[in-house]
Every structure is written in structure tokens, then in C-alpha cells.
Nanobody, 127 residues
Framework: QLQLVVSGGGLVQPGGSLILSCAAS????????IGWFRHAPGKEREGVSC????????NYADSVKGRFTIPRDNAKNTVYLQMSSLKPEDTAIYYCVADRNPYYYCSGYQSYTWDYWGQGTQVTVSS
């Protein structure tokens, strides 16, 4: 069983930056594809980004392209979501997800059925 622990949320002003971390523990002898999702009140859940198990493939929602990046450090079993130029519409609860298939390369990640979900962390962008 894999556990995902999310950290790094908080309050940030518009135009600011924030880094979220998703640390995996448990069965980590293999690497997992990792995705980030967010859910804002009154809106549908949105897939934000995805990175393949080795980091060779990444995918981003149009709403965050050029502003967010998703680096991973497999030695630390951690994937990050680096967020910059934040906007009020980025306010949401952010979740990370993982999949056991090491050959999943983030195609259709927004509608993919992920195996594991971490707890959410609140990100609020407000002045």
C-alpha cells in the first residue's frame, strides 16, 4: 500500500509563488506516475499536472501552463508542484495522486482512474 502525504499549502498574494510537496511512503520500491488535482468550491475537480514514473513525460492543464512545473526527486520519493504567478482562481484544495503502472505516461491524466489519493492541502491566493 502506498501513502501520499501532501504539504506546502497556505495563503499567498496574487503574483506570488508556492511549492507543494507530495511524499510517497510504503511500497516505494518502484516509481509511480504522480498527478496533481485541485478542487475549488462550486467548481469541478480539475487535473492540474502529471509526471511519469521516471520524469520523462509531463503534462499540464492549459490554465497553469507556463506558471506551474512538476519536478520529482525519486531519491526522496517526492514530487513537487512549483506554482508561480499565482492568481485568485488558483485557490483550491490541491491533491496528489499516484498510479502503480510504471508505463503510464500521463496520457489523458485528467480522466484517468488513479490508484492512490493523498489528502488535500488548501492553497488560497488573495490580497
Amino acid at each position: 500500500q502506498l501513502q501520499l502525504v501532501v504539504s506546502g499549502g497556505g495563503l499567498v498574494q496574487p503574483g506570488g509563488s508556492l511549492i507543494l510537496s507530495c511524499a510517497a511512503s510504503g511500497f516505494t520500491s518502484v516509481y509511480y506516475a504522480i498527478g496533481w488535482f485541485r478542487h475549488a468550491p462550486g467548481k469541478e475537480r480539475e487535473g492540474v499536472s502529471c509526471i511519469s514514473s521516471t520524469g520523462g513525460m509531463t503534462n499540464y492543464a492549459d490554465s497553469v501552463k507556463g506558471r506551474f512545473t512538476i519536478p520529482r526527486d525519486n531519491a526522496k520519493n517526492t514530487v513537487y508542484l512549483q506554482m508561480s504567478s499565482l492568481k485568485p482562481e488558483d485557490t483550491a484544495i490541491y491533491y496528489c495522486v499516484a498510479d502503480r503502472n510504471p508505463y503510464y505516461y500521463c496520457s489523458g491524466y485528467q480522466s484517468y482512474t488513479w490508484d492512490y489519493w493523498g489528502q488535500g492541502t488548501q492553497v488560497t491566493v488573495s490580497s
